[in-house]
C-alpha cells in the first residue's frame, strides 16, 4: 500500500505561484509512475500533469501547459507541482495519485490505484 499525503496548498492571488508536494510513505514510489488532478466544485475529477517512474516522461493539459511543472525526487519519496501564473479557473482540490502498473500516462483518474486526501488550491481575480 502506498499512502499519499498532499500539503502547499492555499488562497493566493491571479498571477501568483504555488508549489504542491506529495509526499510518499508505505513503500518506494521509485517505480511507480505520479500524478496531479484536479476537481473544481460540480466537475469530474480532471488530470493536471502525469510523469513517469524516471522522471522522463510528462504529460500536461492543454490548461496547465507551459505554466504549470511536474517534478520529482524518488530519494525523497516525494512529487511537486510548481504552478506558476495562476489563474482562478485553477482552483479546486488538487489531489496527488500513484500507480505501479500503469504502462502509459493515463489522463483518466479510475486508471489510477492511490490518492491522497488532496489539497485545496483557491486563485482570487
Known amino acids: 500500500q502506498v499512502q499519499l499525503v498532499e500539503s502547499g496548498g ?3 492571488q491571479a498571477g501568483d505561484s504555488l508549489r504542491l508536494s506529495c509526499a510518499a510513505s508505505g513503500r518506494t514510489i521509485r ?3 505520479m500524478g496531479w488532478f484536479r476537481q473544481a466544485p460540480g466537475k469530474a475529477r480532471e488530470s493536471v500533469a ?3 517512474w524516471s ?3 510528462t504529460y500536461y493539459a492543454d490548461s496547465v501547459e507551459g505554466r504549470f511543472t511536474i517534478s520529482r525526487d524518488n530519494a ?3 512529487v511537486y507541482l510548481q ?3 495562476l489563474k482562478p479557473e485553477d482552483t479546486g482540490v488538487y489531489y496527488c495519485a500513484a ?3 500503469l504502462y502509459y500516462l493515463s489522463a483518466q483518474a479510475m ?3 492511490y490518492w491522497g486526501q488532496g489539497t485545496q488550491v483557491t486563485v482570487s481575480s
Open 55 to 57: 522522471g522522463g516522461h
Open 10 to 12: 492555499g488562497l493566493v
Open 76 to 78: 525523497m519519496n516525494t
Open 83 to 85: 504552478m506558476n501564473r
Open 111 to 113: 486508471d489510477w490505484s
Open 31 to 33: 517505480s511507480y509512475a
Open 99 to 101: 500507480d505501479g502498473t
Open 50 to 52: 502525469t510523469i513517469s
